[in-house]
């Protein structure tokens, strides 16, 4: 099997970043970054004018159908947003990563350690992009085959928009349809595009930084009385991982916040939807539901990794022959200790941190409004008896 060196994994990264118009090796934006945010920011305009003009527990199934789609796409413009703010320090991040990966795969030892991490985030980073295709594609274009379907099966024209939403606007003739539709498949296109390249894109810096914390674990705890010299490198290298894991957490801190707090009230809405919608709803609600809570979990579990391997330092620094060490050396020992006892972490703006603990929290809020909705929520024939 090909080694995949960073280039490789990241080439898709810089290519999106292109696409969407903040070339990844320069810090200029074009016009094109600018045409993406404005297409979003009408659909979104549209929508929310639409929700306030609808906003009454008797709408209430109405407006859950359409809260998800609002969500994401607010989602997807907050994060590139925050991203395109910081992509200097992301240059400076993948920079310095990819100068020390180089040395990882030139060095026999160190890519056995490793080698089924850069492996396995290839291919996951690969059909991440893959399943949002598929997922933005189904959304898009299903709502049109329907409508074709039923015009050529029964002659009847309905006028059928992507993401299940009704818009605030007539819709009658073909034209005005065709032109709305565009619009709509066009905003969900760049929502997707943002969203699987910031969250693409904090996977593969997440996990190369745990990389490295194995490999300097490894080599704490095989250390002994005669291979002491070699510790002054390896605290260096330390404190330059922890620099480089605080540069992360500053990158990705807000987008992490938009998710925690986002992603509740998308689980929220689809679940609500899943429960009470009409059946033929369904298939496309456990769909977006599917992914919003595939994208949370992805997110913690990248973030439990980082703890986790940061914390192994301090593991391995007593697992290694210290008790047969010089007195400075057991010093030196003890701080590495002391210091991995505070593992890096990516957090949601410091208000949570981002875990497996976080994504049960995230469900427990989501059941909490849930539960809220259902208490509150009078169907249509009951509401005007």
């Known amino acids: 099997m090909d080694i995949p060196n960073f280039e490789d994994i990241f080439k898709q990264i810089k290519i999106n970043f ?21 297409i979003i920011l009408s659909v979104l305009l549209v929508e929310l004018v639409f929700i306030c003009s609808k906003l009454s527990v008797e709408n209430l199934l109405l407006l859950t159908k359409l809260a998800p789609c609002f969500c994401i796409g607010l989602l997807s413009m907050l994060k590139v947003v925050f991203v395109t703010k910081k992509r200097r ?4 991040l993948t920079t310095a990563l990819n100068r020390l990966c180089t040395e990882i795969i030139n060095n026999e030892t160190k890519w056995n350690l490793v080698k089924k991490e850069f492996i396995f985030i290839k291919y996951l980073v690969k059909y991440f992009f893959l399943l949002n295709a598929i997922l933005v594609l189904i959304y898009n274009f299903l709502p049109l085959v329907l409508t074709l379907y039923i015009y050529f099966s029964k002659g009847e024209k309905i006028y059928s928009l992507p993401f299940g939403v009704s ?29 699987s ?8 810096l997440t996990s190369r930084i745990c990389c490295h914390f194995t490999i300097i674990s490894n080599e704490i705890e095989c250390l002994d009385e005669n291979s002491t010299h070699h510790l002054r490198d390896i605290v260096k290298r330390h404190q330059h991982l922890l620099q480089l894991s605080q540069n992360l957490e500053e990158i990705f801190c807000a987008p992490n916040l938009f998710i925690v707090l986002i992603g509740s009230l998308e689980i929220c809405a ?5 429960t009470i919608g009409e059946w033929e709803q369904i298939p496309g609600v456990v769909l977006f539901l599917s992914s919003v809570f595939l994208q949370i979990f992805m997110i913690s579990a990248f973030g439990e990794n980082l703890i986790g391997e940061s914390r192994k330092i301090g593991e391995a620094a007593f697992s290694c022959k210290w008790y047969k060490m010089d007195k400075k050396s057991k010093s030196t020992i003890l701080l590495l200790m002391i210091r991995a006892n505070r ?19 995230i ?5 909490s409004y849930f539960t809220i909705l259902k208490t509150v929520y009078t169907p249509p024939e009951n509401f005007h008896e």
């Open 18 to 38: 292109w696409v969407f118009g903040i070339p990844y090796d320069e810090m200029k934006i074009t016009k094109r970054y600018y045409i993406f945010l404005v």
């Open 89 to 92: 320090n992301i240059l400076e």
């Open 167 to 195: 818009m605030p606007y007539v819709k009658d003739y073909w034209y005005t349809y065709t032109a709305k539709y565009t619009h709509l498949i066009s905003g969900g296109f760049i929502c997707i595009l943002y969203i």
């Open 197 to 204: 390249t910031v969250d693409a894109l904090q996977y593969i």
């Open 270 to 274: 689809l679940g609500f939807s899943l």
């Open 343 to 361: 593992p890096q972490q990516l957090t949601a703006y410091k208000f949570s941190v981002i875990s497996y603990e976080s994504f049960t929290r």
């Open 363 to 367: 469900i427990g809020t989501s059941w």
